[in-house]
């Protein structure tokens, strides 16, 4: 029995002790295929898996990237949409022959005629009622006077409303202005106004025009051509109040509604910053977003999609490569068992490439010596490596190039921004015109710029500025061009753009010999107030220079340098106007105010010690000697005047100041003080000087009382004479009255009326 026991166990210690030799010391065919599955399984994990989470990286930033074009996309559609409103308002502008109606409506009604302020009235109203129908974009148009009251709108209910303090009355009265959204207390509907000064013919701003726009457009705008699968969406959220203002895919949210939304990226568009990541929505679902914010509407635009649908590629890739990675270790042990000796070197270089691979070296690929399994398993282990190269080569250039055209955009509208404030900063029409070119010319790193206006009768743009030495002696030539000729006379007449990307081929291009290195030129019209004042010529040494987004940044641009321009030519003439009635206001007032001394019974007053006041008609040498300087004197007074000259101790110090009334000296204002209570204080001659203004303009206003009360009574007394003379119709009647009442009326000795000639 106990023999019985003991064989099993020797049985099992010796079979184990095989199956362990066999592990150690078996067949090479053996060991083969154990370092087969070693040297080739781990490397293709290794290399599934890196793909796989490259891949996973990569489509995660494409997702992002197409995420934030969209985004960008929308961007643009909306303030094209906000630049669109402006210009269908300026559409809305009277013209030259509907201005005397819509000065009609803006003025007082109690001071105009009734039937012509009600013909005007119904006659504007049509026609804005005919732009709605027509153009189908506002609302509703109204007109406001400057003091904010609605005198005309298609809205009855808002007529005589006060729209003053609101911020698009304020911005619109001085310049084309589109508001933040708002939501409407008369429809209960998120709005938009855009607003823009009503100028008479001088260009002083009589007025202001303004339209009320829903948000059906935008509505439009964020739904069309998402493309962004069944979980994406692209909406509009009000920054102040967090509000949806576009629809959602979510049933339960609703545009328009009270309720605020919060997301990480309805948080960081809020503080105007742009962006993009991963993270939760309004509804509380993983998405990735790109953001970013409309500062013109005042808006949060919002591009995402579901996290699980846009990583559904991701998974599915993943699952490829899990597969073609088992695929290759199963026909890496097929071939281990079928082929043995012959496939050891192979292998072993498939392995060692497949190393450097995994170690980052992409650009490396196995060598196929053979066409069996193994020289497959090589051909298999390089298209994936290719395959991975091509993909992350394509990502990185399209990262690349992306982000070379948005920094070559932000350039470009930096630089028109910086454009804008420089023109908007002067004030003087040729230093604008000269910083401008400059300012261009460095900024958008150009061959050359040029600047034309148009002369009095429009039939030459004249050159104002240019750069470098062509632009110096083009200026000295008085340089211009015939409208309709060459680039920048058709620039003009068409009123639009013309771009030569390859100037040689352009038959409209006038060839100049003074600039010879030019291969593609812009031509763009300058734009104030609805008209064309000239054009700008921008010019390049590279062939296709200029392409659509340039050309729209450089319109803008134009737009704002013309209206500097011709708001910096209105400013000099106004200066001008104002010095030309300063100046004859300050000689009328010179010449009333000598009248009034020149026939006045009185000249001056003085206080003396005891407070006493006096009339004086003596100019002492003090007095004149402000009088003549036209400024405050300081002086002394000494005991004996004769004895100026012999070292006599002054007892007095004046201070005499003159009176001006409008750059006019009328008058001294003169005070004395004793010798030993020192000499005048600062805040003393400060006082007086204030004083002396406050009586220059009192007086002034007393003259012009009394000038007008002696009119007054001098036109009551003509009628009164007047009256009493055409009683009769007897001449010498008429003549006895008329030398009666002149006699009385004048307070004269002696009025003598004759009849005749000296011949008699």
Not at 268 to 282: D, P
Not at 460 to 482: C, F, P, Q, S, Y
Not at 632 to 652: F, L
Not at 733 to 747: D, I
């Amino acid at each position: 029995m106990s023999n019985t026991n003991r064989k099993p166990r020797a049985v099992k210690v010796s079979k184990t002790r095989q199956f362990f030799r066999f592990l150690r010391f078996g067949t090479i065919r053996t060991r083969l295929l154990v370092t087969f599955i070693i040297l080739v399984l781990l490397p293709a994990l290794a290399v599934g898996s890196i793909s796989s989470l490259l891949y996973a990286r990569a489509a995660r930033t494409q997702v992002l990237g197409h995420l934030e074009s969209v985004a960008s996309l929308k961007q643009a559609e909306v303030q094209g949409w906000a630049t669109e409103l402006i210009t269908n308002l300026l559409l809305a502008m009277p013209s030259t022959d509907q201005l005397p109606a819509t000065q009609i409506l803006l003025l007082d009604p109690d001071l105009v005629d009734q039937g012509a302020y009600q013909s005007a009235y119904e006659r504007e109203l049509n026609r804005f009622e005919l732009i709605i129908t027509r153009g189908r974009v506002f609302d509703e148009i109204f007109l406001v006077n400057p003091d904010g009251i609605v005198v005309l709108t298609t809205d009855p209910t808002r007529i005589g409303l006060n729209e003053f303090g609101y911020p698009y009355f304020e911005q619109g009265l001085r310049r084309p202005y589109v508001s933040p959204q708002y939501l409407s207390q008369q429809t209960n509907r998120r709005i938009i106004t855009v607003a823009a000064p009503v100028s008479d013919t001088e260009g002083q701003v009589i007025g202001l025009l303004a339209g009320r726009v829903n948000l059906d457009r935008l509505e439009g705008i964020m739904a069309s051509g998402v493309g962004l699968g069944e979980t994406g969406e692209t909406y509009l959220v009000g920054r102040r109040d967090y509000r949806l203002l576009t629809s959602s895919i979510y049933p339960d949210y609703v545009a328009g509604e009270s309720y605020p939304l919060f997301s990480e990226g309805i948080q960081r568009g809020s503080l105007g910053a742009s962006g993009r990541g991963e993270y939760q929505n309004y509804a509380g679902e993983p998405v990735f977003g790109a953001y970013l914010y409309i500062d013109s509407i005042d808006m949060i635009l919002l591009a995402e999609q579901g996290r699980a649908e846009a990583l559904s590629a991701i998974t599915s890739s993943v699952a490829l490569n899990v597969a073609v990675t088992v695929l290759v270790v199963l026909v890496a042990i097929l071939g281990a068992l079928f082929v043995t000796n012959r496939i050891t070197t192979p292998i072993s270089n498939l392995a060692h490439t497949a190393e450097k691979i995994a170690g980052g070296e992409l650009e490396l690929e196995a060598t196929i010596s053979r066409e069996d399994e193994i020289g497959a398993l090589a051909g298999s282990f390089n298209l994936m490596t290719s395959q991975l190269r091509q993909t992350l080569t394509g990502l990185e250039q399209q990262v690349a190039d992306r982000t070379a055209v948005l920094s070559q955009r932000t350039a470009y509208l930096q630089a028109a921004a910086e454009v804008g404030r420089a023109a908007a900063s002067v004030l003087d029409p040729d230093q604008l015109i000269r910083q401008v070119v400059d300012l261009i010319r460095e900024r958008f790193n150009l061959y050359y710029v040029g600047l034309f206006t148009l002369d009095e009768p429009e039939e030459w743009a004249v050159l104002r500025a240019g750069t470098g030495d062509a632009g110096k002696i083009m200026l000295e030539r008085n340089h211009r061009i015939r409208i309709g000729s060459g680039m920048i006379g058709w620039s003009i007449a068409n009123q639009q753009p013309r771009i030569a990307l390859r100037a040689e081929l352009d038959d409209a291009r006038l060839v100049n010999p003074l600039l010879p290195l030019t291969r593609s030129e812009a031509a763009i019209p300058l734009r104030s107030r609805g008209r064309v004042i000239g054009a700008l010529t921008v010019q390049s040494v590279q062939p296709d220079a200029f392409d659509e987004a340039t050309v729209a940044v450089f319109e803008t641009m134009a737009d704002q340098v013309g209206t500097a321009i011709d708001n910096a030519h209105l400013f000099a003439e106004s200066q001008v106007a104002y010095e030309s009635l300063s100046r004859a206001y300050g000689e009328q007032t010179q010449q009333g105010w000598l009248n009034r001394l020149r026939f006045g019974h009185s000249l001056g007053y003085r206080s003396d010690v005891s407070g006493n006041v006096v009339r004086t008609e003596e100019w002492l040498p003090e007095l004149a000697l402000v009088y003549e300087k036209r400024e405050a004197v300081i002086g002394h007074v000494v005991e004996d005047a004769g004895a100026a000259g012999s070292g006599a101790q002054p007892k007095e110090i004046f201070l005499g100041v003159p009176v001006f009334i409008r750059d006019q000296i009328i008058g001294v204002i003169q005070g004395y003080k004793p010798v030993n209570e020192g000499e005048w204080r600062t805040d003393e001659i400060e006082f007086m000087q204030d004083v002396a203004n406050i009586v220059g303009m009192t007086l002034e206003n007393a003259r012009l009382y009394e000038d007008t009360q002696r009119r007054a009574e001098n036109e009551r007394i003509v009628s009164d004479v007047s009256s009493r003379i055409r009683q009769s119709l007897d001449v010498d009647t008429v003549m006895q009255t008329a030398v009666v009442e002149l006699q009385r009326a004048l307070g004269l000795k002696d009025i003598t009326i004759r009849l005749g000639d000296t011949h008699e």
